[in-house]
């Protein structure tokens, strides 16, 4: 799933594939010299390892200094999915399981007011169907970080902190229904899933044309032309 991931990464950001430089952080503990000579930070998913059960303590760790340095220097950062409830946590939010409130499968998410200021959000519309898989929630966002974006079971899915080039999304902007349903599938076996729930969420699943604009956004608006959100 991570080769999947991160091949779809490269299919709809855009980028280079040599221009990327791959860390498997859920393994190897990060250090900040990843750092170095890098224009942007991205911190992808997990479906094996849940941030509020704090599965893998010296990966979190490693991974907190690091997205605490890239704040410090004001690099470009994204976090997807597990990634934004990392970020979550390394900046003093909260992170809960709650398993009567998961998405797993397309679902629709809503901006928030303000929405329009985000260099990122600004060409989505106001609705839209998102490719979500998770079942940690971001109960208590950073000091200071701004919700932009809502589903009707959680809702924090974006947020911000204004004047930084931080954004975090809890959907995953580089998965269209068809590579959901691709996860979904791998993942049934891995946990077992019933029929019936593996039914359901197929049932859910529908395409999502605008969701994956977030990585255009953060990568033209944000890392290139340096752009911020501001209330």
Known sequence: ???????????YSGRDRSSVKRLDACTVIP?????EGVDALVVGGSGDYLVSQNDIPRQTAGMFLVLEEARHRSIPT????FGSQIMTKAFGGLVVKDESREEAGTFIVQKSEGAEKCPV????????????GHKDHLEYLPVGAVNLVSS???????????GEPIHAVLWHPELKQEDL?????FYAK???????KIQLMYETLKPSPHASDVLHGFFEEVVKKGRVYSK
């Open 1 to 11: 799933m991570a080769d999947h991931e991160f091949d779809c990464f490269i299919k």
């Open 31 to 35: 250090t900040l010299d990843i750092l």
């Open 78 to 81: 994204l976090g997807i999915c």
């Open 121 to 132: 959000l600004q060409y989505l519309p106001d609705t839209f169907s998102a490719q979500l």
């Open 152 to 162: 009707e079971k959680s809702t924090n899915q974006y947020w911000v902190f204004p």
């Open 181 to 185: 349903q691709y996860r979904l599938r």
């Open 190 to 196: 891995v946990y077992g899933w019933s029929e019936d």
